[in-house]
């Protein structure tokens, strides 16, 4: 997969990113998953995602306010085309450990708790975090732990569990993202991916910066 970043416009960013992904076959190569945005964004106010290939859009809105003098960071998601919306509210509850409330508002009829996900985070120290969110509903759960190798490679393992009946390991992910400008400026990513099952899936994702 490439991916195509773009500079900075005022205060306003604006990016073009492009991507693919590109496999070696018998007798030719095949270039699937073809997809090409373009974004704009300012710092944490807001971010504009327009698809050129497939006409998708996708907004975030962030804001804040203050709730029993505590500062709460507010997030509003919309992408029009999949009809799905949500809004998150994320505060720090000392130097080391944050909380957050997701409610899908997509369909909103009434208030449903089944459609709230919880989430933490929690700072082991300056090399190592940790993050977790669980869906109400569905009683999925995400947890992911990061380690900072040095100052150029980044090691995390997610963890996506089913905590309601049946197999609770749905999958791992463990992610190596180095930033040394490996094979030119930008961030070369190895992943694989480890299912119930033993199987193991692998790729590897290089993204050029490129001054447009």
């Known amino acids: 997969m490439v991916s195509l970043n773009g500079d900075q416009l005022g205060d306003v960013e604006v990016r073009l990113e492009a991507s693919a992904s590109v496999a070696k ?6 270039i699937s998953n073809k997809k090409a945005v373009l974004i704009l964004e300012k710092g944490d106010n807001f971010k504009v995602e327009a698809g050129l ?3 998708a859009l996708a ?3 962030n804001t804040g306010c203050t709730i029993n003098d505590k500062a709460v960071a507010l997030e509003y998601k919309a992408n029009p085309g999949e009809n ?5 509210g994320s505060f720090d509850v000392n130097d080391d450990i944050g909380a957050s409330l997701e409610y899908d ?3 909103y009829n009434s208030f449903d708790t089944n459609k709230i996900t919880v989430g933490a985070t929690y700072k082991v120290n300056d090399d190592t975090s940790a993050e977790t969110k669980i869906a109400l509903g569905s009683k ?3 947890t992911k732990v990061t380690y ?10 997610t963890a996506h569990l089913n905590l309601e009946g049946g197999e609770v390991l749905d999958k791992l992910v463990l992610k190596l993202k180095n930033s040394s400008d490996v094979l030119g400026k930008g961030t070369l990513t190895a992943e694989a991916t480890v ?9 590897a994702t290089k993204e050029w910066d490129l001054d447009l």
Request: proline share 2%.
């Open 140 to 142: 999925k759960n995400e």
């Open 25 to 30: 076959g018998k007798n030719d190569v095949d």
């Open 105 to 107: 508002l997509s369909g």
């Open 195 to 203: 299912a119930p099952s033993g199987s193991v899936g692998v790729k």
């Open 59 to 61: 907004l975030t809105l």
């Open 53 to 55: 290939l497939d006409n």
């Open 84 to 88: 799905t919306s949500s809004i998150k």
């Open 148 to 157: 900072k190798l040095d100052d150029s490679n980044t090691l995390t393992a």
